[in-house]
């Protein structure tokens, strides 16, 4: 399983673009990128997913670099209740199989 | 409709006793899966079912053991708690190679 790397935590201000970016340096050639995210008292929820370059869907984008050793989460205009954990996850596939979500970033969105 | 469900919601036990969470999911999928998020908010996957055949088992102790009496169900039950047990336990499912749809979790607490 490839290793994963998020910042803790991140503060936003409603409004604003969020980015939180992810690496993931040994990342393998058939795995994909996923981010879930999780309110308190809730289980995860997908957001995204993508092998390479962007995906966008109507929650987020997903930009991914040419060499896949990170990947960058971007929630445009943030609100309140965008307030969560987000996971990035890297694995073979987006489920969950053998996968271990780690601690996750913790985003805080204020007024 | 509820998706994915998981009951009790909350379990409060003592050391020692036998306890059951069940979920059940309304999807269609034909995987399950039982994860554990610890308190430091990781989430591991312990198990997965596809078409009723245990396809994952973590490194689990044997004190827990999944049960899947048919697709749509996949049953947690754990004998002689122990205090280390403690934690919010999920269940999610999904088709094999998709995203995973996940539970309210159970808040298990062993006193």
């Known amino acids: 399983l490839a290793k994963t790397t998020q910042p803790v935590s991140m503060d936003s201000y409603e409004g604003q673009e969020v980015n939180i970016t992810c690496s993931h340096n040994?990342?393998?050639?058939?795995?994909?990128i996923t981010w879930y995210q999780q309110f308190p008292s809730q289980g995860p929820r997908f957001i995204i997913q993508?092998?390479?370059t962007k995906v966008t869907n109507e929650v987020a984008s997903l930009f991914i670099p040419a060499d896949r050793k990170s990947s960058t989460l971007s929630l445009p205009r943030v609100s309140l209740s965008d307030t969560a954990v987000y996971y990035c996850?890297?694995?073979?596939?987006?489920?969950?199989?053998?996968?271990?979500f780690g601690a996750g970033t913790r985003l805080f969105v204020k007024a | 409709d509820t998706a994915v469900s998981q009951t009790p919601k909350y379990l409060v036990t003592q050391m020692g006793n036998d306890k059951s969470i069940k979920c059940e999911q309304n999807?269609?999928?034909?995987?399950m899966y039982w994860y554990k998020q610890d308190s430091k908010k990781f989430l591991k996957i312990m198990f997965s079912?596809?078409?009723?055949?245990?396809?994952i088992n973590e490194t689990v102790p044997n004190r827990f053991s999944p049960k899947s009496p048919d697709k749509a169900h996949l049953n947690l039950h754990i004998n002689s708690l122990e205090l280390g047990d403690s934690a919010v336990y999920f269940c999610?499912?999904?088709?094999?190679?998709?995203?995973?749809?996940f539970g309210q979790g159970t808040r298990l607490t062993v006193v």
């Open positions: 040994n990342i393998a050639t058939n795995d994909y």
């Open positions: 996850l890297v694995g073979r596939n987006t489920g969950g199989f053998k996968t271990i």
């Open positions: 079912y596809n078409n009723k055949e245990l396809i």
């Open positions: 999610a499912s999904s088709h094999l190679d998709t995203e995973a749809f």
């Open positions: 993508g092998y390479k």
């Open positions: 999807l269609g999928h034909d995987t």
